[in-house]
């Protein structure tokens, strides 16, 4: 029996030729695979749901599990999961058009969004829209004909017409935006932009921009709702002090804070202000002394209005806040939580474990918050009134987590740092960087600070830091649980095992992977030639062991050399250098890394944007 014969034989020969043919053990191998990859009923792997909707009855939901790559129907009542699908790499939000028949998933690794129609018990993708930039945030239309998706990798948000497919409506949106919202009356669509800390909104009626607010010093904006009123958007966020992360900083709450913003949908009438003047803008901080909250993240509103849910995935917690009582800032709320809040239950802070993202309630049953817990791998059904987990619905995981994914969780664990004000993930944003500078003290100095470096690649880009001074990868996490963190001192298997997640963390694939235009080719060439960059940042990982005197000046420490970063990834990263001063790369090769500087020779206005086009396609 031939090879190919072999191939297509149905299972039932195999056992028969199995004996005498090898190679048809491979080919069975390679069954399995293709079983396991579609998850269905395969209880073995890792599911990590990172956004959840809930269907217009009530009683099903849909999760979108993010290591998986698959999308799971749940009845929530039974406690089941009724289907899984396998859809595209690292899915990341999900939305359902508001009859409930069709919904939507964005596969932020395969720059890709699922399609899908919905029956009872079954889901069925329908279509793929291809060739969109790291999609994040969807949202239907009212109507359901209009599929609107954040695409953060191009600072785009898009309307997709369901039937034809077609790209619609493109807007400019400032930098990352992450998440989306529709008013209840489908007139505003607001995106969050979590890089630019920046909230935009758009009037569908007109098609135009409504407004665009900023959040001082917001970074890792995430949850974002209009209130029932669509009077305001509310999002979920996280502010960056000035100041050094020392112990006492931290403290303070002058390191970072955890907050929510309050955003006017119009421009308020004000009795005693000019219109002009009126504030537009509130904050509350969720931070309490001695008991922060981590990473706050999923938000909405339950209860008829009543209710205001958000979680904390640093802190493991659903904060359920009753909404009359919430004590509106215009301006700067303070370091802390209104100590009005934590009288008489205001505020409840309910534990959860694992690493709740999205929070849901359920139509036509207003008390109950469905959450989305990526790091327990299950759906937790909340009773929002009473106060309590009701139910937790597994999807399906490992018996046991690997030494990466206990690493997985320390690193997103707020309670691993002083007072649990924040985790790894706060700066390091899924691994990656959320592009700010923060003085950790790493380099030997104290107010210097450095831009947080990606982490992807990191295990194989040693020596470590900016200043290239750190030799050891386990020394450098035992110094940011203990010395950035501040946190207890970690066990060995902790190190070991943050170590083993920081060895997962690759660049994610490139959203134009063919870009081998002529610029691109020139581009390397200089890079390799005339430009002289090769010598400090050497294929495949584009850097070398070495620390190089770069003339960037003196930054006030006792370092002077300094360690190239890997250029992988580079289009997805920016500002650049250890102080962040070059905010564009045309910045970096024109003032501040010159390949003149650098004993290369000295570019052309066009070389130089060639040089760009090879960098920005690493
Ligand atoms: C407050 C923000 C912040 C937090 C929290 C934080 N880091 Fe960092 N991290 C930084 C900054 C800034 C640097 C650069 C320091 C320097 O080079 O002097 C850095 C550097 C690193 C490096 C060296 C990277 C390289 O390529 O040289 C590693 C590894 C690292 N951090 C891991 C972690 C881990 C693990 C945690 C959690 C235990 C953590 N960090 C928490 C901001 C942070
Ligand atoms: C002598 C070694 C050396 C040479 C040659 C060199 N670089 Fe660098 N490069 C570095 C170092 C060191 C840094 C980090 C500087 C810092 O800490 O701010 C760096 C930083 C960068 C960065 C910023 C990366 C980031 O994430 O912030 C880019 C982009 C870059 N180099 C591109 C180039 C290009 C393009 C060339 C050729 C024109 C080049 N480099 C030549 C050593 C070098």
Known sequence: MGRRAC?????????????????????????????????????????????????????????????????SLIDLDAGTVLHELPVGKKPSALARSPDGRRAAVSN???????????????????????????????????????????????????????????????????REPRQLALSHDGRLLAAASTRSGQVRCWDLDTGKPHWERSIVDGFNLRGLAFTPDDRFVLCTHIVRREFPVTKDNIEQGWVVDSRVTRLAVRELPSLTLPARQAPVSWQIALDVHGQAVGDPHGLAWGHAGKVLAITAGGTHELLLLDAAAIPWMAGDPGDFLDPRLQKNNRLRRLALGGRPLTVAFAPKRPHLAVVANYLLDAVQVVDALAGRVVKTINLGKPTRPSAARRGEAIFHDARRSHHQWFSCHTCHVDGHTCGLNFDTLNDDSYGNPKLTPSLHNVARTGPWTWHGIQQNLKAAVHKSLTQTMFGPEPSREDIADVVAFLETLTPPPHPRPAARAAAVRRGEELFRGKAGCVRCHRPPLYTSPGNYDVKLGSDGSPHTLWNPPSLLGLYNRGPYLHDGRARTLDELLRRHHTPESLRGDALHDKERSDLIAFLRSL
Not at 52 to 63: E, F, H, M, N, Y
Not at 114 to 127: Q, Y
Request: glycine residues 8%; aromatic residues 6%; contains cysteine.
């Open 108 to 174: 932020l690794w395969s720059h890709s969004i699922s399609l899908l129609e919905l029956a009872n018990t079954r889901l069925k993708v329908i279509g793929r829209i291809e060739s969109v930039a790291f999609p994040r945030g969807l949202a239907f239309s009212r109507d359901g004909a209009t599929l609107y998706a954040a695409l953060a990798g191009d600072d785009e948000v898009v309307g997709i017409d369901w039937s034809s497919r077609a790209l619609v409506k493109r807007w400019p949106a400032p």
């Open 7 to 71: 191939g297509k034989l149905a299972w039932r020969f195999c056992a028969r030729c199995l004996a005498r043919k090898p190679f048809c053990i491979l080919a069975m191998i390679g069954l399995t695979a293709g079983a396991m990859r579609s998850h269905e009923n395969d209880a073995g792997v890792q599911r990590s749901p990172i956004d959840l909707v809930i269907l217009p009855d009530g009683k099903r939901a849909l999760t979108a599990n993010h290591t998986a790559g698959s999308v």
